[in-house]
């Protein structure tokens, strides 16, 4: 089946730094990438949709100069978190599909836990 | 406006018994809906979808999901649990080309 991984699968920063989350297809090409947060023992909430080569949509609410998504081919995207703060801190997961308009599943990232302290 | 609600919050089973997670949906057009199942700290996986088709979708791990449109519902079904199906359980209601709407989870719990 298909295969998505994010990396890095922990990561622990300091209050006022920026995050990088990698989020890879790793056989099969993403058309569009999701990015969500989830909180403990929560629904998925999704933050953005990322088209390849375009600017993400951002759902409500979310902040775009905060969360920085950026879908550069077609087998990555990357999620950034400039200036974190310990409300960040979550469980973040982005999930794949292999082309516009795909009706099949989602594939899904193992997530990624951040702790800003 | 389209939605899934997944009315239990936890399901509790003895291995061995027959188990249901329940989910109903509301969509204008057609409901791809879809199963997913969530270990700690790991990702969504995929357990069964229904695009199309025959209302019984079987999937995954001894899973399987009847679509019944009548009553707007996709219940998740197993005939008999296991206690390493303990785990967090979303439905899932994509649209065409559209972003997926999740339900708020359903913890499953089997005990031996």
């Known amino acids: 089946g298909a295969v998505v991984s994010q990396h890095p699968s922990r990561v622990i920063c300091k209050s006022g730094t920026s995050v990088k989350i990698e989020c890879r297809s790793l056989d099969f090409q993403a058309t569009t990438m999701f990015w969500y947060r989830q909180f403990p023992k929560k629904s998925l909430m999704l933050m953005a949709t990322?088209?390849?080569?375009?600017?993400?949509?951002?759902e409500q609410g979310v902040e775009k100069d905060k969360f920085l998504i950026n879908h550069a081919s077609l087998t990555l995207s990357t999620l950034t978190v400039t200036s974190a703060h310990p409300e960040d801190s979550s469980f973040y997961i982005c999930s794949a599909a292999p082309g516009l308009g795909w009706l099949g599943e989602q594939y899904f990232g193992p997530g990624t836990r951040l702790t800003v302290t | 406006a389209q939605s899934v609600a997944q009315p239990e919050d936890q399901v509790n089973v003895a291995e061995g018994n027959p188990l249901t997670v329940k989910c109903t949906y509301s969509?204008?057009?057609?409901?791809?809906l879809f199963w997913y199942v969530q270990y700690p700290n790991r990702g969504l996986q995929f357990l069964l979808k229904?695009?199309?088709?025959?209302?019984l979708v079987k999937g995954s791990y001894g899973f399987e999901a009847e679509f019944n449109k009548s009553q707007t519902s996709f219940h998740l079904k197993k005939p008999s649990a296991l206690v390493s199906d303990s785990a967090l359980y979303f439905c899932a209601l994509r649209p065409n080309a559209g972003k997926s709407t999740f339900g708020d989870g359903t913890t499953l719990t089997v005990k031996p």
């Open positions: 969509v204008s057009g057609n409901p791809y």
């Open positions: 990322s088209n390849e080569g375009s600017k993400a949509t951002y």
């Open positions: 229904y695009i199309t088709g025959d209302n």
